[in-house]
């Protein structure tokens, strides 16, 4: 009687440790999985943020072209350096996603503008430029899609039961900077001929 206690005493012993052990492996995987999760966000952000870069280096160059023709338009020459520098100082992805919108609205107004001066549309560099420009552009689009499927991704896996409690423990919280189009970006710029 006394060894079939000790025979039950050990497998309720043993059952227990095989609990804690799975329970031990779900977090220790999905905490794993939360942190390859984490990176992964933070290596396309770095992507966007490398095509944002790209693009805030030519604005100077097309800048200066259209003042070349344009000088009197000021106030969307200091519109585009205002959002350029806050672009480029922006410390987070949610700075940098404000500033972007906010360059978008003046970048349409530039180019908006340059209908105005047919000499500045049939010159070779500001068409360069404009080229430049609009592959930059197509490379944010495809960077940003990337980037919110990766945001999605993330923030999918996190909210997900058992990996919400997991989460939760381990201090993982879901990712809100998606990059979205921008209010200015949803709105055509005026262009008379």
Do not use: C
């Not at 497998?11 to 609990?19: A, N």
């Not at 999760?37 to 280096?57: C, I, N, P, T, Y």
């Not at 072209?65 to 922006?90: C, M, P, Q, S």
């Amino acid at each position: 009687m006394m060894r079939r206690g000790l025979w039950i005493a050990i497998g309720v012993v043993v059952v227990i440790f095989l609990v804690v052990l799975m329970v031990f492996g779900s977090y220790v995987s999905a905490k794993n999985q939360m942190v390859a999760k984490q990176e992964a966000v933070k290596a396309q952000w770095s992507q966007v943020d490398v095509v944002l870069q790209r693009r805030a280096d030519l604005i100077p160059n097309l800048v200066s072209t259209v003042k070349g023709y344009a000088t009197h338009e000021e106030k969307v020459f200091d519109d585009i350096a205002n959002a350029r520098a806050a672009l480029l100082n922006a410390k987070d992805p949610s700075g940098k996603i404000q500033a972007n919108g906010q360059l978008d609205g003046a970048l349409g107004r530039l180019l908006a503008i340059s209908e105005n001066y047919p000499n500045l549309k049939a010159d070779q560099n500001f068409l360069s430029l404009q080229a430049q420009l609009e592959g930059s552009e197509n490379r944010i689009a495809v960077e940003r899609r990337r980037y919110n499927e990766t945001v999605r991704d993330y923030n999918t896996f996190i909210r997900q039961f058992p990996n919400s409690i997991w989460a939760g423990i381990a201090g993982f919280q879901t990712n809100n900077a998606y990059f979205e189009a921008s209010e200015s970006s949803r709105t055509a710029p005026v262009v008379k001929f």
